[in-house]
């Protein structure tokens, strides 16, 4: 199968430096260099649609604007490309969730990804109303899932669980297509659910052995349900013209973090309940005991100092544009057909990766035939 990449939309706010609005935190953290409004966004994802991308995630979390409203004011603005919208089944009810992705599959065309976002922290579940404890969120989630998959079949739904109950649930019209779920989580309570749900189990950039353990697990969950995955996985990104621009540009976001700002970071984070987000945290632990910007290079062109300061996917690809392709050949190797990126400043980012590593993975035969749009690049 071949590769699959995304991009990333910034609807927190984008910079030169990495941005310090990690999900954990109390505080907004620093002022973002580009606020996230709709022209700068729109820019982010025509740049994305001109240089071959095949869609975008858009977060969810207290310090983003709303996925679903940000997502749906820039299908206008774009042409085919796809929008990956981040949401956390808890706040809202499966029927309206079908609802919304129905309504969004007619209006776009067909053009929406569903990125099931469960929560692993307790203080963010809370800002929006949610005290369940960790393993029962992901319990919900399993209902939450199985309603909607039951309403977008099409015939009225009866369903009676231990978190969500419904009679009669139904569509003006089922979506066509029916939007894919991406699903991401580590514990021992999230793999059974991606088992039985999702279509695409994402994980965050961990180096490529604990990666293939992770998703060998999940294929075997999966094959005992009757059902067959793919994978996929979110990393940034720093590519140059050579290594040696690539790592200076890291050093370059790394001497821009305040010590002070990643000892809060790392204080906070340390407090989530998120079984991937401890894991993110274990990649620091040589930083951490020997310092030294080496022990950030957690394998081969694999950089653990965006963790550093921000929650959830911490790693990034840092290298030439061959050695960033190698490093997603390396990975696909072990069944990663998606790729979901980023870099900071991301409109800047896009065209380094775009132009620099893209073309590289359509020389090794890995990318399907979707070239970029020539116009959009030369007008962004």
């Known amino acids: 199968m071949n590769v699959v990449l995304h991009w990333f939309l910034p609807t927190a706010g984008d910079g030169r ?12 953290g620093a002022s973002a260099l580009r606020e996230p409004d709709i022209d700068y966004l729109a820019q ?109 079949a099409g015939s009225p739904v009866e369903f009676a669980g231990e978190h969500y109950r419904v009679s009669g649930a139904t569509l003006l019209a089922p979506p ?50 009757g059902r067959t995955l793919r994978f996929g996985i979110r990393l940034h990104v720093i590519t140059r013209d050579s290594a040696d621009e690539a790592w200076a540009e890291a050093g370059r976001l790394l001497d821009a973090l305040d010590p002070a700002a990643v000892a809060r970071a790392q204080q906070q984070l340390a407090a989530s309940e998120s079984v991937g987000q401890q894991r993110m945290l274990a990649l620091h632990e040589g930083y951490r005991r020997h310092g030294g910007r080496d022990a950030l290079e957690i394998a081969p062109n694999l950089w653990a100092g965006i963790g550093l300061v921000r929650g959830g996917a911490g790693t990034a690809l840092v290298g030439s544009h061959e050695e960033v392709a190698d490093r997603i050949e390396e990975y696909h190797a072990l069944g990663i057909d998606e790729f979901v990126l980023s870099g900071y400043p991301h409109l800047e980012e896009a065209y380094w990766f775009g132009e620099g590593v893209r073309p590289v993975l359509a020389r090794r035969g890995l990318l399907a035939d979707a070239p970029a749009t020539p116009a959009l690049r030369a007008t962004a």
């Open 17 to 28: 430096t990495v941005l310090d609005r990690f999900h954990a935190s109390a505080e907004a």
């Open 176 to 225: 066509d297509p029916v939007p894919p779920l991406y699903f991401g989580g580590s514990s021992a309570a999230a793999l059974p659910v991606a088992a039985r749900r999702a279509d695409v189990y994402l994980t965050w950039g961990e180096p490529p052995h604990l990666v293939r353990e992770k998703i060998d697990s999940v294929r075997r969950l999966a094959e005992a349900e």
């Open 44 to 152: 982010v994802a025509r740049a994305a649609e001109g240089l071959g991308f095949t869609g975008v995630l858009t977060p969810t979390g207290t310090w983003c604007e709303d996925a679903w409203l940000t997502t749906a004011a820039l299908v206008r603005e774009t042409e085919r490309l796809r929008f990956l919208v981040a949401f956390r089944p808890g706040v809202l009810s499966p029927t309206l969730a079908a609802q919304m992705a129905a309504t969004y599959q007619r209006l776009s065309r067909g053009r929406l990804l569903l990125n099931v976002v469960t929560g692993g922290d307790a203080v963010e579940q809370r800002r929006f109303g949610d005290w369940l404890d960790h393993d029962q969120r992901y319990a919900r989630t399993d209902e939450f899932l199985a309603v909607v998959r039951q309403v977008w």
